[in-house]
T-cell receptor
């Protein structure tokens, strides 16, 4: 059973700061990881995917994967109030995605 | 932009009643999913569906639940005899082939089910 843990949070940062969100996973053979964003009362949407060790950058977002430590993170640079949401880490499984419980991020103006 | 649509957006029902939640996936997608999210909790997988049969289901998806693709566009989730603990937001999602591997699931806006 693939599990993802997101134990940090809620997280509050001032506008313009870097927000750091973390996720650990239990299955050593997991090859890919995804970050979803879920605004309050809305559905999840995919924002980042990462498949190999190291960093992947997309605009203000950087995903970092460390397979040896079974750890994946999401950095949001120059955080904006519009980034306030719950961020879900997800791993693929047998015909499904398994989500972590999410980290609530609040960016204060 | 193509989107997944769900109806109803909110349904209130009495315990023991049957409920059908409906979804229209993105038209060229092949995989369909139902997830649920109890208020304040995680997004939980219920079932995935491909080629007119269930590909995978979770422990939550017991005999009270069923899914169907009655025609070429709709994908439904039926709960036969609702319980209080079925109260949740139910999300339908769809993806292309092996979208669960690429993480590219497209979610509908959800159907909120309240069981009294």
């Amino acid at each position: 059973q693939k599990e993802v843990e997101q134990n940090s949070g809620p997280l509050s940062v001032p506008e313009g700061a870097i927000a750091s969100l973390n996720c650990t996973y239990s299955d050593r053979v997991s090859q890919s990881f995804f970050w979803y964003r879920q605004y309050s009362g809305k559905s999840p949407e995919l924002i980042m995917s990462i498949y190999s060790n190291g960093d992947k950058e997309d605009g203000r977002f950087t995903a970092q994967l460390n397979k040896a430590s079974q750890y994946v993170s999401l950095l949001i640079r120059d955080s904006q109030p519009s980034d306030s949401a719950t961020y879900l880490c997800a791993v693929p499984g047998n015909y499904k995605l398994t989500f972590g419980k999410g980290t609530l991020l609040t960016v204060n103006p | 932009e193509p989107e997944v649509t769900q109806t109803p957006s909110h349904q209130v029902t009495q315990m023991g009643q049957e409920v059908i939640l409906r979804c229209v996936p993105i038209s060229n997608h092949l995989y369909f999913y139902w997830y649920r999210q109890i208020l304040g909790q995680k997004v939980e997988f219920l079932v995935s569906f491909y080629n007119n049969e269930i590909s995978e289901k979770s422990e939550i998806f017991d005999d009270q639940f069923s899914v169907e693709r009655p025609d070429g566009s709709n994908f439904t989730l039926k709960i036969r005899s609702t319980k209080l603990e079925d109260s949740a937001m139910y999300f339908c999602a769809s993806s292309g082939l092996a979208g669960y591997n690429t993480g590219e699931l497209f979610f509908g806006e959800g159907s909120r089910l309240t069981v009294l």
